[in-house]
Every structure is written in C-alpha cells, then in structure tokens.
C-alpha cells in the first residue's frame, strides 16, 4: 500500500494498544514504524541496477512474518533498556512495535504486487489482490482516527476515534474479500463455458475502488482480459482475448531473470517481441495494452535469443483517460459487443 496508508495504519494500531497518557508518542512511533519496512528500496538501489532483482527483492526481508517480530524484539529491548514510557508499560509497547511492524507486510499482502511473507522461505509471494494499491475508502477511516487522538491526546475520545479508524478501515477489508468473491464466482462461470474453468486466473480491483474489477485468465495462445463491476453489471462477463509469444517465451524459460519474474507473477506475464527485443510485461498491474513493469530480458540473434542483463521499458501510461474511462465503467455496463469470448 501507499506510505501514507502505512503510517497510519502503524499509527493507529500503537496507539490502540499502549495507556492514554502514552497516546502521543505511539502515535508517532508508529507512523515510522509503519513505513520502515518500505525502507528497503534504498539499499536495493545501491546494490544493484538490475530492475528485476529490485522488483523480486523488494517486499521480502523487510516484509516477512519470521523477521519481523525479531526486529521488534530488538527495538522494544533497546527502548526499555532506556527506561521512561516502554519501561513504565513494557508488554502493551512490545505489543504497540510488534503490531506496527507487522500490520504493514500483511495490507500489502492485500494488494497484488507480492509479499513474502515467509522469507527467507521461498513459497511464491503473497498476492490476496483485494485492494488496490492506493484506496482511499480504506485509509480515510485511519486517517480521521489518527488527526483526532493527535488533537485530544490522552482524552477518551482519542482512543474511541482509534478503535473506529481500525473497525471500519478493517470492515473495509473485509468486504473487499466479499467483493473479491462475488467476481470470483462470476468469472468461474464465464470461463467454464468458454473452456477454461482450469486456467490460471487472478482478478484485482481497478484503481481506487472495490466495485470495478479485473479479471485475467491464462490461454495456451496468451490470455483473456474482462472487467465486471458489481454496480451495472447482470450476467455472464466479456472477455477479450490477447496474444503473447507464447512460443518465444518457452525458449528462454530457463534464463535466471525470466525464471524469477514467473515465479514472482506467479506466471502471469505476457511475451512480446519489439524490434530485436524480447519484452516480458506483467499483466497484474495495468491493464492491455499499458503496464507498470515490463523488462527486455533477451534479444534478437538469427532464428534464435541471446540473454541480456534485464532493462525495464518505460511504456505510453494515458493514466488520465483510463481513470475517467473506469470511473464510468463502475456504473455503465458496456453495449453488447459483438467480438467472441474465445480464448
């Protein structure tokens, strides 16, 4: 998620949790505990220019649920050591850091970038793709929470405006999951009847909302694209279907950049040749034909490809035009097309 729905949510959930008199200063705590994680990107920068390794290696030390307790343990041991609040409260303060650090890898996980929570275990990273990466409905709720314990401070109304923030912002999760499952179970059944009930899938909400969503299911010939908002919406989805070079991408599957992307994207990725260049593009973040992240991994030699050092592309991005288009997507079904659902 965005660093500000971070600090929030880090903010929030200390200040829950330590005594009123201590409000303040858990609420500050917090907030930076709650971005810390993210801090990774700086040394990744220093450490290598290969943008794979950074996307891979990003949301994964800093980010997992078997390190992050043992830094929280560590901080928490340091601050008491000094005496003053965490020493005149310990155990509600371990839990203030404990629950700031580690609320952060778990709202990624909500998102469908990836989040490995196991690390340095390798199970392919977390993607539930419930929220968008940026949602305003989720953080307003924390935010709102937050300026009004700064204000009151150690008042009662300070921790009922916490526990609201958390309550609802929570709420917000959950019926992003519900939401989730009703396109989920709409899209099966479109599928199914196209053939592909078995096809890898994922489906994620288009930015800033949970009523708008995007499916994509993997073909043998590239893959299908539909969106179905569970505002105008009645009936079977539409797909549209996209080619990839499927059968270049099968030669260079054994390369290290290519192999860690799929395992990254979990396989959703789409191949596609641009001058000399062999281009992968992952499909979960944007929508055909503009994506966020999208890596020459090889070039063009006789009938055949050569490995290269991975270069990231900058792409056309009408993100203007896309939003608006969205915007009236979630409440106008589109006409009745006449192109096919074949895949």
């Given at each position: 998620?965005?660093s500000l729905t ?26 930076v505990?709650?971005t ?6 700086l ?14 290696w990003?949301?994964s ?7 992050l307790?043992?830094l929280?343990?560590?901080?928490w041991?340091?601050y ?28 990624d996980?909500f ?14 990273p ?7 990466i940026?949602?305003?409905m ?8 937050v ?29 992003s ?24 899938r994922f489906?994620?909400?288009m ?6 969503w ?9 893959f ?21 070079d ?12 290519v192999q860690?992307?799929?395992?990254f994207?979990h396989?959703?990725m789409?191949?596609s ?13 944007g929508?055909?034909?503009d994506?966020?992240f999208?890596?020459?991994v090889?070039?063009?030699t006789g009938d ?10 900058a ?29």
């Open positions: 998620m965005d971070q600090i929030v949510l880090g903010a929030s959930v200390a200040a829950a949790v330590v005594p009123a008199g201590h409000r303040r200063a858990a609420l500050l705590a917090g907030a505990l709650g810390l994680p993210d801090l990774d990107s040394p990744l920068v220093l450490l290598t220019d290969d943008p794979v390794l950074r996307m891979t990003h949301r030390f800093s980010h997992s649920l078997l390190v307790p043992l929280a343990w560590a901080i041991a340091w008491r050591s000094r005496g003053k609040r965490v020493a005149e409260a310990p155990a509600r303060w371990f839990w203030a850091i404990l629950l700031a650090l580690v609320t952060h890898p778990l709202l996980a998102t469908v970038y990836g989040t490995q929570l196991w690390w340095p275990l390798r199970p392919m977390a993607m539930w793709s419930s929220v968008f940026i949602d305003p989720y953080t307003l709720w924390l935010l709102i929470g300026v009004v314990a700064a204000i009151a401070g150690a008042r009662r109304v300070a921790g009922k405006a916490v526990l609201f923030g958390l309550v609802l912002s929570t709420a917000y999760l959950g019926w999951l519900l939401a989730k499952g009703l396109v989920e179970r709409q899209a099966g059944q479109t599928l199914a009847t196209m053939g592909l009930q078995d096809a890898p489906s994620v909400p930015p800033f909302n949970t009523l708008l995007r499916v994509v299911a993997m073909t043998p010939q590239g299908v694209e539909g969106e179905y908002s569970l505002v105008a919406d009645r009936g079977p989805m539409r797909f549209r279907a996209h080619a990839s499927v059968d270049d991408l099968a030669q260079v599957t054994a390369y290290p950049a860690r992307l799929a395992w994207n396989g959703f789409k191949a040749r641009h001058d000399d260049a062999l281009v992968l593009s992952d499909l979960r973040m929508a055909e034909p994506y966020s999208n890596f020459v090889a070039e063009r055949g490809w050569r490995e290269v050092p991975p270069t990231q592309m792409w056309p991005w009408h993100a203007r035009r896309q939003l608006g288009e969205a915007w009236r997507r979630i409440w106008h079904a589109p006409e009745a097309e006449s192109e096919g659902r074949e895949p």
